[in-house]
Each structure stands twice: as C-alpha cells, then as structure tokens.
C-alpha cells in the first residue's frame, strides 16, 4: 500500500520507466536498482518524473553494477516490502551488433536466469522476511513454443491462457529471438519453483505480456526510435520496412503494462499467478491508423504507405486481468497514435534545431 517501499529493478529500460512512474502515483516509495548514477540521472530527467518531483524519501537509486554477480541485490533488498523485477536483457533490435550466436545462451538465457535467481535469493535469504510480494515481468513468448511463434504446430483455435506453461526449449539457439524466449520460460519457470520449493516469506506475480508499445520518455531523438526497442518494430511499418516473416498479431500499452505490475502489489490480489495482457492487432492496420492521425506526415514522405509486416493471429484470454485487476486494454489505435506521433515530435524537433 501507499507508502510501502518497493525495489524496482529494469528502470532505466523503457517498461520499467514507466512502471517507475506509476508506482510513484500511486504513493509507493521506491529504491531503483541501476547499473550506474549516469542511467539514474537520466531516470530523473524523464519529463514525467521531474514532474513528479519525488523527493530522496520518494524516490531513491541503489547501483547494482552487474545483477548476475552472486549476492548482486543484497544490499538492495533490506527493507523492502515488494520486488517488481523488470530488468532482463533483450534482443537488439537492430541497435548494434547481436551477440554473436555462440554467445546466445550466455547473454540472454543464463544472465536472464542468473539475475533473476539471484534476486529472488537475496529477498528470501538477506531481506529478513520482509519481502510480502515479488511481481517478474515475464512475456508471452515464456509460455508458448517458439515454433509456434515460427508458423510451425499452430493449432488455429488454440487459446493461450495466463496458465499455460512449457519447457525451456534447450539450445544452441539460432538467433536472439530464439533465445530471448527461452530465456524468459527459464525465468518464468525457474521463479515459479523457487517459490513452490524454497518456503518463501513472499509469494509471486508474473505479468505476462505480449508486444509492448507507448511512448517511451527514455529515447530522446528520432534516430532512437528506429532501432534498439520494440517501438521500433513498430515503427518501421509506416517507415517502409519490409519483413517476410510473421509475428504475433498481439500487442499491448506500455502503461497497461505498468498498471498491472502495481495493481498486483495489493494484497487483495492473489499470489502465485499470472496474468497475460493482450489485445489482438494486424500489424499492417498501423499504416491506416497512422495516417488517421498524421495524414500530411505521410504526405510529406516521412512515413510510407509500403511497409510489409504479416501477421499470425495468435489468440490469448486476457480476460483475467481484466476481471482481477480491473484493467480495460487500451486498443491498437491508441498504441499507433502514441509511437508514431513521439517519432514525428523528434523528427520535427530535430528539423527546428538545423
Ligand atoms: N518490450 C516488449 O515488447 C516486452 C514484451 C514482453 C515482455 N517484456 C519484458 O519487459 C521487461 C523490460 O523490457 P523493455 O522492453 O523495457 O526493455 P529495455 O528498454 O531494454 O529495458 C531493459 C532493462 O533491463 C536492464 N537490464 C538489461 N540487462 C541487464 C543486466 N544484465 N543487468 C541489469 N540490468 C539489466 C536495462 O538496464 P540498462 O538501462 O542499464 O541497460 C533496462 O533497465 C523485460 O523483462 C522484457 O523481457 C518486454
């Protein structure tokens, strides 16, 4: 409840941004685990926070270089009453150089594991019992084969529910998204079971979102919204970007996302579950909802008409979250409307400074 401290970790990245900013509506105190007081000072220049204007009561910042060290959140986690875990290394999304793929393993499944498991030590073994409550960010990727996400074993009908669970898909992997997913069913699962087996002053909450697109305060030129982030992905629709293979046809709204990660810290929720966020969405419906809004930025050649994304319609009951958590989803339109009017606003930003 309002008041209560909670350890954040993943604040620098674009969810946990915003799941920082909800927790401090609604009145939690936080301690935000990052890797240096540079991506903190960056933290504080987020506009939604300077208008916050948390105080150093409200709001404080504890360094946690490298969360894969062993005891990494030891120090992090005294006094505490929740963890909401967002960090987690993702794929790069054309930002750089991937890992290289005999690094796959290494860089996305076993530090992703490691992190996780070490924090969730730290809370059970060092925070003196006063953990009530740990929330992961998990994925939708955790607890659906990846051939599925790869056209293969679809089972048209199927509806993929908050309960559903698989084994971690062993490697060597092909390429980072592969990877990534079977980094997030080894979190999921692993976490899960820490819990069940270790007799844990806490119980858990697992988010379990699918693509998460809304603004993103932490990116503040244009160049940085065409790479690095799932934003991006999106983006490149109405950029012209022309991509062969399908994805999910699944989507959700930053801070939907954020809600449900505080909403789940109220002990009238349930522990021990989860709960998938989802609407349904066809990739391609974003160069129409674009142009709705922003007519003359198509017009002017800054977004295009010819980007190719197909999508495979994956289906998913969110209605849980709904029922449980009191969360209407955001739709599609509004997800559009929010990244590429952000785009535009660097864009023209950028144009005004030359
Ligand atoms: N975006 C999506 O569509 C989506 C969908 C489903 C689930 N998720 C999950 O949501 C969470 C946040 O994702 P995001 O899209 O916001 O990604 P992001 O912007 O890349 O943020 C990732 C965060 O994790 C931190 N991090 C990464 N590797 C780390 C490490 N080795 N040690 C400590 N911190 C580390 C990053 O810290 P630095 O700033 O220091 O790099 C950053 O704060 C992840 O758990 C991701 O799996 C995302």
Partial sequence: MAGDLVLLTGSTGFLGYIILTELLKHGYRVRAAVRSQTKAKRVLAGPSIKALAPTDEQLSFVTVPDMTAPGAYDDAVQGV?????????????????????DQLEESLVKQALKGALGMLESAHAKAGGSVRRVVMTSSTVAVVPFEVYMGQ????????????????????????????????????????????????????????????????????????????????VL??????????????????????????????????VKGNQSFVLNSMMDWEDAIAIAKKY????????????????????????????????????????TMVKEVVGQYLELLAAEEGSK
């Fill in 81 to 101: 009453t929740y963890i909401i875990h967002s960090a987690s290394p993702i794929p790069s999304f054309g930002d750089g150089e991937p890992p290289a793929q």
């Fill in 153 to 232: 074993g679809t089972e048209p009908d199927r509806v993929w529910t908050s309960e559903d669970r698989i084994p971690v898909a062993p490697g060597p992997y092909g390429f980072e998204f592969q990877a990534y997913s079977a980094g997030k069913a080894a979190v999921l699962n692993a976490s899960e079971e820490f819990v069940r087996t270790r007799g844990t002053a806490f119980d858990i909450v697992s988010i379990t979102p699918s693509w998460i697109f809304g603004r993103d305060e932490l990116v503040t030129d244009a160049g940085g919204m065409r790479a690095g982030s799932t934003n991006s």
């Fill in 235 to 268: 983006l490149g629709v109405v950029l012209g970007v022309k991509n062969d293979a399908p994805y999910g046809g699944n989507a959700v709204y930053g801070p939907d996302v954020a809600k449900a990660h505080v909403l789940s810290l109220d002990p009238v």
């Fill in 294 to 333: 922003y007519p003359d930025a198509f017009a002017a050649g800054k977004l295009r008409e010819d980007g190719k994304q197909p999508t495979m319609a994956l289906k998913w009951d969110a209605s849980k979250a709904k029922r449980q958590l009191g969360l209407e989803l955001a739709p599609f339109d």
